[in-house]
């Protein structure tokens, strides 16, 4: 923890009484921080890791919309932003690590819990109030526009020949029609040139927090985009988990459209970003397995995931 307690006084001014590490998401390690000026919570992302290589690329851009989010709509108190350092920077940096410090929300991570009725009409407010913002902020959006690129690279290599994982192999002529159907649709989607919102691309339980009102965290995905990028996670039979999101779209969409009558979720553009999240997923899983040097307990949760996302996309393709 020395070393984490560095970190926050070099960078942030801030001496830590007591640091304790706390679950975070797949990307980082997570710690909360205890000081006489606060609680915070530290993330800490491992820059040699291949799984987080294109998250650490844009992340300085999407910390700083992030930043300009909370302190210029209505998201604020909404969402969590990062703390800047004493440079005035969203990030610290070491040769090791990147780091994102944020006040500490004392409350509980959704997760798989099925959302309330409440949950689902304060999250559709915040995906609306969201997709006001896109093209009026001050930014150069090109690093993090949409550009319909399918994630295929690491699937189509030769380790895709291998009986390595047996998932992958077993599954390789579904994932190649996945993706072939993917670039179709996203041909198509180009054709149509729909208006691009700000979008989170990552809206889901484990990026829910329930405090004494609905914050969605977790901002690094951050994309320019259609609509759909988030919407296509209320639509359909669409699972993250246990909990079936599909079924809120009867909640989320009306409360959603009073803020923006002018967009309708189109079919098709919802199904190409359904299937791209899970070809991302697959492809994020067999990263962690090929490069990321992991024990047999993380292996098998790896392939376990990997399975998962398999038996989704083999089901998509089906409807």
């Known amino acids: 923890?020395?070393?984490?307690?560095?970190?926050?006084?070099?960078?942030?001014?801030?001496?830590?009484?007591e640091i304790s590490l706390t679950p975070g998401g797949w990307s980082?390690?997570?710690?909360?921080?205890?000081s006489a000026q606060g609680?915070?919570?530290?993330?800490a992302y491992d820059n040699k890791r291949s799984s987080t290589t294109t998250l650490l690329?844009?992340?300085?851009?999407?910390?700083?919309?992030?930043?300009?989010?909370?302190?210029?709509t209505n998201l604020k108190g909404k969402i969590n932003a990062p703390i800047l350092t004493k440079k005035g920077e969203v990030k610290a940096e070491t040769e090791a690590g990147t780091y994102l410090l944020f006040s500490y929300i004392d409350g509980e991570t959704i997760k798989t819990k099925p959302l309330t009725t409440q949950q689902q009409e304060e999250l559709a407010e915040i995906t609306g109030e969201l997709h006001r913002n896109g093209t009026n902020m001050p930014f150069d959006f090109s690093e993090i526009k949409e550009?319909?690129?399918i994630p295929c690279a690491e699937l189509l290599k030769n380790p895709f020949e291998t009986?390595?994982?047996?998932?992958?192999?077993q599954n390789q002529d579904m994932l190649k029609r996945a993706i072939e159907l993917a670039y179709k649709l996203a041909d198509r989607i180009k054709q149509k040139q729909p208006p691009f919102v700000l979008c989170h691309t990552d809206i889901h339980g484990w990026n829910l927090m329930q405090s004494d009102r609905l914050i969605l965290i977790d901002w690094e995905s951050i994309k320019l985009a259609p609509c759909e990028a988030d919407?296509?996670?209320?639509?359909?039979?669409?699972h993250w988990g246990d909990s079936n999101w599909g079924s809120y779209w009867d909640t989320f969409l009306p409360i959603y459209q009073k803020l923006h009558p002018e967009h309708i979720p189109q079919e098709e553009n919802l199904r190409f970003y359904q299937i791209r999240r899970h070809i991302e997923d697959v492809e994020e899983f067999y990263?962690?397995?090929?490069?990321?040097?992991?024990?047999?307990?993380?292996?098998?949760?790896?392939?376990?995931?990997?399975?998962?996302e398999c038996s989704f996309l083999e089901k998509l393709l089906k409807n």
């Open 1 to 17: 923890m020395d070393e984490i307690g560095d970190i926050l006084k070099t960078e942030y001014g801030i001496t830590a009484t």
């Open 28 to 34: 980082a390690l997570a710690y909360k921080a205890e």
């Open 39 to 43: 609680t915070y919570f530290l993330k």
């Open 57 to 72: 690329k844009k992340l300085n851009l999407s910390m700083k919309v992030a930043s300009w989010l909370e302190n210029n």
């Open 147 to 149: 550009t319909y690129e």
């Open 163 to 169: 009986n390595e994982i047996s998932c992958i192999h």
């Open 231 to 238: 919407l296509f996670t209320f639509w359909g039979d669409w």
């Open 287 to 308: 990263k962690q397995y090929l490069y990321d040097g992991m024990n047999v307990e993380e292996t098998r949760e790896v392939i376990s995931c990997m399975e998962r």
